[in-house]
């Protein structure tokens, strides 16, 4: 008898406290990812001592509201989320969920800190509002969702995606994956006029799925020296 292998999928724990990190943006997650990864939901409660000890990926999806609602929704977690990315668990930040990897919240960057991208020189949005931007996803131009997202400066990381600008859209820093845009927007937040054209037909959900694989749940093959 030819044997089998099962195949183990890796499991991605998404945070979910509507608006801050809002339901929208965890269905639009879900629906980019649940084919590849089993897929858990976790609230501002108090998780068990052991629920991240089978998970691989914390994801904070964006929202609507301020970056200090931090405070009170991770007043019980907080030491948990912190303690999985020490251990060497991946974290990824989507808009909202990027600005909370600064110092003022989960600290989890070295030298690095997060801004909003409309306060930069030469941004090419100013104020805060749902819109697409122009950026340049891995070497391909793109137009993806913005709603006062952040960009990154200082220290060392890598760089996936720029803004019109050429500040970071997108990076990686070891274990953490920040993201400025919503590449998991569906086809109802384009709803006014001048965006709709813009719809991505789920293509950025699938660009969203390959980030994760590609930078924070599959080994790269390192360069030789």
């Not at 006062?148 to 890598?158: C, I």
């Not at 590449?183 to 006014?192: A, D, G, H, T, V």
Request: charged content about 20%.
């Amino acid at each position: 008898m030819d044997s089998v292998t099962f195949v183990t999928k890796k499991t991605v724990a998404i945070f979910l406290h509507h608006p801050t990190c809002s339901t929208d943006s965890v269905n639009g997650i879900i629906k980019a990812l649940d084919s590849k990864y089993s897929i858990k939901i976790w609230t501002k409660y108090r998780v068990a001592e052991d629920f991240f000890d089978s998970v691989d990926l914390i994801i904070f999806p964006g929202g609507d509201g301020d970056s200090s609602a931090f405070q009170q929704v991770m007043k019980y977690n907080k030491a948990h989320v912190v303690s999985f990315v020490r251990k060497g668990g991946k974290f990824l930040g989507i808009c909202m969920g990027a600005y909370w990897a600064d110092r003022y919240y989960f600290d989890l960057l070295k030298e690095t800190r997060v801004v909003q991208y409309i306060k930069r020189n030469r941004a090419d949005i100013k104020s805060s509002y749902g819109t697409t931007a122009p950026v340049t996803w891995r070497g391909q131009e793109q137009r993806m969702y913005f709603y006062d997202g952040p960009t990154f400066v200082g220290g060392d990381f890598e760089v996936v995606a720029t803004y019109a600008n050429g500040d970071p859209m997108a990076i990686v820093q070891g274990s953490i994956g920040l993201i400025g845009c919503h590449l998991e927007s569906e086809s109802n937040w384009y709803q006014k006029k001048y965006m709709q054209p813009h719809w991505h037909e789920a293509r950025h959900h699938v660009l969203l799925s390959a980030y994760i694989s590609d930078f924070l749940l599959e080994s790269r093959q390192l360069k030789l020296f």
